[in-house]
């Protein structure tokens, strides 16, 4: 299995356009998380879903931030129009089955730079 | 508001001596806590983990400690190696969803 994998790896965008990153799960999971990486406050969740359906998305920062799940192994996230505050590292995770001994499988990221 | 704190931000080792990370936490019903290794350029990948009902968990080199009363866990690497060098997280979680809360990190730097 290739594992969770995101695209693109790197983004630099100008402030006020619309940015999306992608993700696509490993095959058979059924819960999806979207994180934001900073200095300051570490992983930050953004969102979840289990089995295609939001579960929390009161980590999403603003309006101007939608996460979808079209289908069972693909996610996107949106932000329009971005920031340069919004310039982190985005990571999304996928994971088999709820409960907490279960870890989470990581993507390599996608850094984004807003200026 | 963090509910998981790593309140070393960075931690110098030499090669062949113990490393010990560190991790509060303050919700008392976080029933499981992992620890996840980062590398530059790459995503977290888990490393151990822990149930609330247990006080240790051994994986070779890597062993956790968890002490409910205090809310502390920690990492302990014996013998640390170069390769060990990286980002270190905790989180936790509870027993009823896969929500994780994470910690904001230490870097770990082993030196040769």
């Known amino acids: 299995d290739a594992g969770v994998i995101q695209s693109p790896r790197h983004e630099v965008t100008e402030m006020g356009q619309e940015v999306t990153l992608r993700c696509k799960l490993i095959?058979?999971?059924?819960?999806l998380f979207w994180y934001r990486q900073t200095m300051m406050r570490g992983l930050e969740l953004l969102i979840y879903?289990?089995?295609?359906?939001?579960?929390?998305d009161s980590g999403m920062p603003e309006d101007r931030f939608s996460a979808k799940m079209p289908n069972a192994s693909f996610s996107t996230l949106k932000i329009q129009p971005s920031e340069p505050r919004d310039s982190a590292v985005y990571f999304c995770?996928?994971?088999?089955?709820?409960?907490?001994?279960?870890?989470?499988?990581f993507g390599p990221g996608t850094r984004l730079t807003v200026l | 508001d963090q509910q998981v704190k790593q309140n070393s931000p960075s931690l110098s080792v030499q090669e062949g001596r113990i490393s010990i990370l560190n991790c509060d936490y303050t919700?008392?019903?976080?029933?499981?806590f992992l620890w996840y290794k980062k590398y530059p350029a790459e995503g977290p990948t888990f490393l151990i983990s822990?149930?609330?009902?247990?006080d240790k968990n051994e994986d070779g080199r890597f062993t956790v400690f968890l002490n409910k009363s205090a809310k502390h866990l920690s990492l302990h690497i014996v013998p640390s190696q170069p390769g060990d060098s990286a980002v270190y997280f905790c989180?936790?979680?509870?027993?009823?969803?896969?929500?994780?809360?994470f910690g904001t990190g230490t870097s770990l730097t082993v030196i040769p």
């Open positions: 995770a996928s994971s088999l089955a709820s409960g907490g001994n279960f870890g989470q499988f």
């Open positions: 095959s058979g999971h059924n819960s």
């Open positions: 879903f289990n089995n295609n359906v939001p579960i929390d």
């Open positions: 919700n008392s019903m976080f029933d499981y």
């Open positions: 822990i149930s609330s009902i247990k």
């Open positions: 989180a936790a979680s509870g027993l009823t969803g896969n929500q994780f809360y």
